[in-house]
């Protein structure tokens, strides 16, 4: 096609990929392309969503990859512009979540020159991604843009950049734009290597699934349900493995791994003599915490080649179609498949002992703030299965992976691999324009809120329901416990007062703080049923965690 510019060369290319979204920040080096996509005619084109910084844009759109499988597209100006994508970005590659970033540059003959906003944005950001180009003539953009987004799901998924200069997005462009990409797919197991691995897992006293990032697909996760109603054997998640096991199978789960080497997941890895790792990525909990003092084998089946280290090498290696293996092995399972009566007791007094953790201690009192337990029991009542809850990272953090059910994947959402401050209310906003039909939950502690509090005022401008709990204790509590089991005292974790209801009137929310534990339900039916963003401020008690430490299985705090 031709008399179009470069601009909307792009945008076309984003159109026959079935991008709705771009979320950004505008300025002189990519007016061009916000003015181009802001007065389109075409219907089709992407809505442009303003945020109020560079990194929580791309932390939305980060949020739809997860959510999607689809990448998030992020549009910034040159300069700070490009150097404000760098934590965002590296935080969805390393969780595998599929972002395109595009970012304006200077003219291309200004590039080598120490003008305004001129930085090496390719050579910047190609640490943080899966790959990062400069393009040079309009002409490419639209290849380029149609390779980024497609390396950006290719397993492992992650973020790509495309640094534009000025110029390039004003020039004409006279070829045709990219059509829609087709899926890639990948095959799977030959018949030789599935029967290998179901000899193993017949052979097993006690098989384990460890469910990893990869898992949490969709098809992933139906065919971890069809192996499971096979074969009824424990699963243990990872925190971005939340959800794969659907409430009717309950009776499987086993669990999340993560951080300290003291949870019944651990316990089940420890005893298992076979593990079969799906989707499983080192970056989540790395082997050097779970696979210790063990002597069993390993089966890594996964879409992605895994890292060989000393603590981690498999005995058998399935590099292939995940959803397809799995759905091999089960059909190749023998009908009357058991792990027997006894293992069978075991593990219902294993699971026993699991579920009691879960119950609030009955001698606490509200005079410090309100159990992390109690919050957790009264927003466990409040949702469904639909619901999305995204978590930021702090003591809480631990606290709902720990102890927060969720039956659907990718419906409760982790960091954890960088464990990065600020993504909760962000994604929270990707889940609202994903999933309107269901109101979203974002948990944060006050600290971490801060980091992306601002986008409060985004949330308010599109009108989405999201319930934001805040837990308040006044410090950078996750540090502070665990310098206090080191050290005996802590050091530099203290956080001035926020009126956080005030905090969320000033932006046009709804602000409304719990006082006591016997309020936090109606409280939270009060704000899932109010229209807009809604803030819920409550004071928490962390006293217990140092519980979150105790020595279930020998460790050292991380």
Request: net charge negative.
């Amino acid at each position: 096609m031709t008399n179009q510019t470069g601009a909307q060369a792009l945008i076309q290319t984003m159109i026959n990929q079935g991008v709705k979204y771009v979320f950004g920040l505008p300025g002189a080096k990519v007016d061009r392309l916000f003015e181009s996509l802001e007065h389109s005619d075409d219907p089709k084109t992407p809505k442009l969503i303003i945020t109020r910084h560079e990194q929580n844009a791309a932390f939305i759109a980060a949020g739809i990859g997860r959510l999607t499988g689809k990448p998030g597209i992020v549009a910034t100006t040159s300069g700070p512009g490009v150097s404000n994508l760098a934590t965002p970005l590296i935080t969805a590659t390393a969780e595998g979540d599929p972002v395109v970033a595009i970012s304006g540059q200077v003219p291309r003959n200004d590039i080598a020159r120490l003008t305004h906003q001129s930085i090496s944005s390719k050579e910047l950001l190609s640490a943080a991604t899966k790959d990062s180009v400069e393009v040079q003539d309009a002409n490419n953009l639209s290849e380029s843009f149609a390779n980024a987004y497609q390396n950006s799901i290719t397993a492992k998924a992650g973020a790509t950049f495309i640094s534009i200069p000025q110029d390039v997005l004003n020039d004409d462009v006279d070829r045709p734009v990219i059509k829609p990409l087709h899926k890639i797919h990948q095959g799977g197991m030959d018949k030789a290597i599935i029967d290998k691995i179901v000899e193993k897992i017949e052979h097993a006293k006690l098989p384990v699934i460890l469910a990893g990032m990869r898992s949490s697909t969709n098809d992933v996760t139906e065919a971890i349900h069809t192996f499971l109603r096979k074969f009824s054997i424990p699963v243990v998640e990872t925190f971005q493995g939340a959800g794969v096991i659907s409430r009717d199978l309950e009776k499987n789960y086993y669990g999340r791994v993560g951080l300290f080497r003291n949870q019944i997941g651990d316990t089940m890895l420890k005893e298992s003599d076979l593990i079969i790792a799906v989707g499983y990525d080192p970056i989540e909990y790395e082997a050097r915490n779970w696979n210790i003092d063990r002597t069993g084998e390993i089966i890594n089946i996964d879409a992605v080649k895994p890292e060989i280290t000393n603590d981690y090498q498999p005995d058998l290696l399935v590099n292939a179609d995940i959803a397809k293996t799995l759905n091999s092995i089960s059909e190749q399972l023998p009908d009357d498949i058991d792990l027997g009566k006894e293992m069978h007791e075991h593990l219902a007094d294993q699971q026993e002992k699991f579920t009691k953790k879960d119950a609030i201690p009955a001698n606490h009192s509200d005079k410090n703030g309100i159990h992390p337990l109690a919050i957790i029991h009264a927003l466990q009542n409040q949702v469904n299965d639909d619901t999305t809850v995204t978590v930021d990272v702090g003591s809480l953090y631990i606290w709902m992976a720990r102890h927060f059910r969720s039956y659907k994947p990718r419906h409760l959402l982790f960091s954890n691999g960088m464990q990065t401050l600020g993504v909760a209310l962000p994604w929270a906003i990707a889940a609202a324009l994903e999933r309107p039909e269901q109101p979203v939950v974002s948990v944060a502690g006050d600290g971490g809120f801060l980091f992306s509090g601002q986008e409060l005022e985004t949330a308010v401008r599109l009108h989405l329901n999201i319930v934001q709990l805040i837990w308040d204790d006044g410090y950078y509590d996750m540090v502070r416990f665990q310098e206090i089991a080191k050290y005996g005292h802590d050091a530099g974790v203290k956080l001035g007062h926020v009126d956080f209801v005030k905090y969320a009137e000033s932006f046009g929310a709804t602000g409304m703080r719990v006082e006591k534990t016997e309020d936090l339900e109606p409280m939270l039916t009060k704000a899932f049923n109010t229209e807009g963003p809604v803030i819920l401020h409550i004071p928490v008690d962390y006293s217990d965690n140092i519980k979150l430490s105790s020595k279930l299985v020998d460790d050292v705090l991380n």
